[in-house]
């Protein structure tokens, strides 16, 4: 069954960091390009960061770029997003999922919240 568990999220002050992790069952790790989306109140939903399978694309939205940085251990099936210098417009639940998107694979999310 495909399957994202996305986890690392938390309360941290403006300019902290945080890590979040992203576990997928092989189904939907393997060959696919694999993003970070966030999502926060009253707003859609949106891209933040995605990677392709082999690391050598790897892309951000201009919100995040220069603060986040997107990996991923191909032998875990697991993608990273590592978040420094967060502000409180980061407050969101954060979701991974491949590039595009598929409906049916969207996990529960991991809730970062920045304030002091």
């Known amino acids: 069954q495909a399957q994202l568990v996305e986890s690392g999220g938390g309360l941290v002050q403006p300019g902290g960091s945080l890590r979040l992790s992203c576990a997928a069952s092989?189904?939907?790790?393997?060959?696919?390009?694999m993003g970070w989306y966030r999502q926060s109140p009253g707003k859609e939903r949106e891209l933040v960061a995605s990677i392709t399978y082999g690391s050598s694309i790897i892309m951000y939205a201009s919100s995040v770029k220069g603060r986040f940085t997107i990996a991923r251990d191909n032998a875990k099936n697991t993608v990273y997003l590592q978040m420094n210098s967060l502000k409180s417009e980061d407050t969101a639940v954060y979701y991974c999922?491949?590039?595009?998107?598929?409906?049916?694979?969207w996990g529960q999310g991991t809730q970062v919240t920045v304030s002091s």
């Open positions: 999922n491949t590039v595009p998107h598929r409906d049916g694979f």
């Open positions: 092989e189904s939907i790790f393997s060959s696919n390009r």
